[in-house]
């Protein structure tokens, strides 16, 4: 793990007072979607569909910071669209961290080195690069040849600036486990704080229906990228989520755990899914059928999803909910065995 001290110390006292509270479902991250254009498109995306007319609306900062507030989740992430188009990026970055919220900022990278100079560096903020491999399987993914090249450019300058720089990365079918151990190798030697990993949930409105991963493939694949982790790798997620992707944990979602804002309101039952809009947090979590979803419910949409958006969540909850749980995380996180 590559989570600062600081953060993890507010997570963790965070997540105790909930159980203290008793409170069976919380929020852990919020994912807030301040706009949906972007300047890629990509394959496997399913965010950039939406008319025109959609595309260039935004949520104001007063909206998003009320959703933070609403929510109350410590960590708040802010993918898209490219959020580093929203032509007041940097003033909801300063509101967010303002309120201690640890931000991190999702962004293809293309925009980052020229809007650098928009923000200040903070334990709070972390720019989060999406990159989803080297360079000849990252560019193939966003569509467009330079992307890599151009990512790691900003990596570069944005960890020069003294700013947190993390990368997520979407595994889709046909991933070589051989070339992304290579890929976490050039990762770390570029010097960011952690890696993120998931595999792409099968959107039904993407573009390239066919490369999505189904669950016995996702296992096989990370059994084999993630067996003897180098002790150079970093993750900045739970290392209890990564060994469920490897097969060795079988949980069901909690999509409570990372609810979604944006301009239609709070988004049921998850970041993937569009199964209508409350008009408040506290209406989503009261009103949604919660049980409709997730591995076990045997609904349909959720049988091949293994995304860090339903499971990291639940991941982190078995840590801090059972003394099997703490034990195995701390095992992991001190033998870099996974
Ligand atoms: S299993 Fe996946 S698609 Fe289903 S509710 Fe959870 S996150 Fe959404």
């Known amino acids: 793990m590559s989570v600062p001290l600081s953060q993890m110390v507010t997570v963790a006292s965070y997540i105790v007072r909930q159980k203290l509270a008793r409170r069976q479902r919380y929020p852990l991250v919020l994912m807030l979607e301040p706009l949906f254009r972007c300047n890629l498109s990509c394959a496997g995306c399913g965010k950039i569909q939406y008319p025109a007319q959609i595309l ?33 990026i940097d003033r909801l970055v300063a509101a967010l961290v303002a309120k201690r919220k640890y931000v991190y900022l999702c962004t293809n990278g293309l ?56 990368t997520n990365t979407t595994l889709f079918d046909g991933t070589s486990p051989v ?66 992707l490897m097969g060795k944990h079988d949980f069901d ?3 409570w755990g990372m609810p979604t804002y944006n301009m239609f309101g709070w988004q049921r039952p998850c970041y993937l899914l569009q199964e209508g809009y409350a ?30 958006s339903g ?11 059972s003394l099997r749980g703490f034990l195995e995380t701390v095992v992991v996180t001190l033998t870099h065995r996974l």
């Open 56 to 88: 260039k609306k935004h949520l104001t900062v007063e909206q998003c910071v009320n959703a933070v507030e609403e929510c109350g989740a410590p960590i708040v992430a802010i993918p898209g669209g490219e959020p580093l188009m929203h032509p007041e």
């Open 111 to 166: 925009l980052l080195a020229e809007r650098l100079a928009l923000f200040t560096p903070s334990r709070y903020l972390s720019f989060s690069v999406h990159v989803d491999g080297l360079r000849d399987e990252h560019d193939d993914a966003v569509c467009r040849e330079g992307v890599y090249d151009r990512a790691v450019g900003a990596i570069r300058e944005a960890l020069a600036r003294g700013f947190r720089v993390t």
């Open 179 to 244: 070339r992304m151990r290579a890929f976490f190798d050039e990762m770390m030697s570029l010097g960011v704080e952690g890696m993120m990993l998931s595999p792409g949930y099968s959107y039904s409105k993407a573009p390239d229906q066919e490369h999505f991963l189904r669950r016995t493939k996702t296992h096989a694949l990370f059994a084999r990228m993630l067996d003897r982790p180098k002790r150079r790798w970093k993750f900045n997620q739970s290392p209890l989520f990564l060994r469920f």
């Open 253 to 255: 979602c909690t999509p």
């Open 279 to 308: 008009a408040t947090f506290r209406e989503l979590m009261e009103t949604t059928e919660w049980q409709r979803y997730g591995h076990r419910s045997g609904n349909e949409k959720c049988q091949d999803c293994m995304v860090h």
């Open 311 to 321: 499971f990291e969540a639940t991941a982190v909850n078995h840590t801090f909910g």
